[in-house]
């Protein structure tokens, strides 16, 4: 019922920048909180930033805080994710998902390099 297409990822330079975003289909008009993931080579998925339909909100990874921005827009069904000041800790494939999760979808590759 629940579509997730996340593009915007690529190869950067540390200190560099790149924007995620998330294509979210489905067939009724709810507006659920979103959330960002990551998972890193050899390491779980990790829950990065949480929006709720509000707006409001929350990063769950230190690190990670002062240099990423998550946003959405509920009449176009996205949601973004800023990322400034890339390092290469942050290399891993980023996915979006609805709280509480649907079907994960591919994500999208994130390689910073030193």
């Known amino acids: 019922q629940v579509q997730l297409v996340e593009s915007g990822g690529g190869l950067a330079q540390a200190g560099g920048s790149l924007r995620l975003s998330c294509a979210v289909s489905?067939?009724?008009?709810?507006?659920?909180?979103m959330g960002w993931y990551r998972q890193a080579p050899g390491k779980q998925r990790e829950l990065v930033a949480t929006?709720?339909?509000?707006?409001?909100?929350?990063f769950l990874i230190d690190s990670v805080k002062g240099r990423f921005t998550i946003s959405r827009d509920n009449a176009k069904n996205t949601v973004s994710l800023q990322m400034n000041s890339l390092k290469p800790e942050d290399t891993a494939v980023y996915y979006c998902n609805r709280l509480p999760n649907a079907k994960w979808g591919q994500g999208t590759q994130v390689t910073v390099s030193s």
């Open positions: 489905k067939r009724d008009n709810s507006i659920n909180d």
């Open positions: 929006i709720s339909g509000g707006g409001s909100t929350k």
